[in-house]
Each structure stands twice: as structure tokens, then as C-alpha cells.
């Protein structure tokens, strides 16, 4: 069956970097519209960074754009966040979701059927 499972989340400081991962298993990782979400407490879950079935495209957030990259290996059926220059406001669990086939990343949690249970990031000084 489908398995996304995320890690890499932990304690920063302002400025500094994290790189998550997501392990996936039980489909073709390539062939699948793949994404990145955020929940802070009270807050809704919003979509950071979203990557299109082939990486034909990719979509940002604005708050992330030019601080965090979206990539995947195929190889290793993983997908990665790297985040840089990290700010308090990017506290959250992040999760890693699934999509359907897309050659325009979408990044709506309504496009996403499957998700892991989220690693908790924590930037604070």
C-alpha cells in the first residue's frame, strides 16, 4: 500500500537549514504530483512547496520562495525539502503528501489522497 513517511524535522535556530525527507513506497514515485505541507498550532494546513508528476514544474509559496527547494530521487523513491534560511514563522509539522498524475504542480491539500504522519520543525533561538 501507499507509505509516505517524513524525516529530518528537529530544533534550529533563525537562519539556519534543515532538509527533510520522504520516504515513499507502493507507487511510482515520478509518475505522481508530490507535495509539501505545514501546520502551525491554530492554524490551517497550508501547501509550501508542491512538485508536478516528471518535475516539469514546481510551486512555491511565497513566504518559502528562494529559502526552500522542492527535489526528488527516483532512485531512492524520495522526496526532500531543503530549508534554508529558517525564520520563527516556519515553525510547524511539516507533512509530505500525494497527488494524482499532473504536469502543473497543484498544491491544494483537496489534490493530495495520501500523507504521512508529519515531522514537527521547530526554529527558535
Known amino acids: 500500500q501507499v507509505q509516505l513517511v517524513e524525516s529530518g524535522g528537529g530544533l534550529v535556530q533563525p537562519g539556519g537549514s534543515l532538509r527533510l525527507s520522504c520516504a515513499t513506497s507502493?507507487?511510482?514515485?515520478?509518475?505522481?504530483?508530490i507535495g509539501w505541507f505545514r501546520q502551525a498550532p491554530g492554524k490551517e494546513r497550508e501547501g509550501v512547496s508542491c512538485?508536478?508528476?516528471?518535475?516539469?514544474?514546481?510551486y512555491y509559496a511565497d513566504s518559502v520562495k528562494g529559502r526552500f527547494t522542492i527535489s526528488r530521487d527516483n532512485a531512492k523513491n524520495t522526496v526532500y525539502l531543503q530549508m534554508n534560511s529558517l525564520k520563527p514563522e516556519d515553525t510547524a509539522v511539516y507533512y509530505c503528501a500525494k497527488g494524482y498524475f499532473t504536469k502543473v504542480a497543484v498544491c491544494e491539500t483537496a489534490d493530495f489522497g495520501s500523507w504521512g504522519q508529519g515531522t514537527q520543525v521547530t526554529v527558535s533561538s
Open positions: 512538485i508536478s508528476s516528471g518535475d516539469l514544474s514546481a
Open positions: 507502493g507507487f511510482t514515485l515520478d509518475y505522481y504530483n
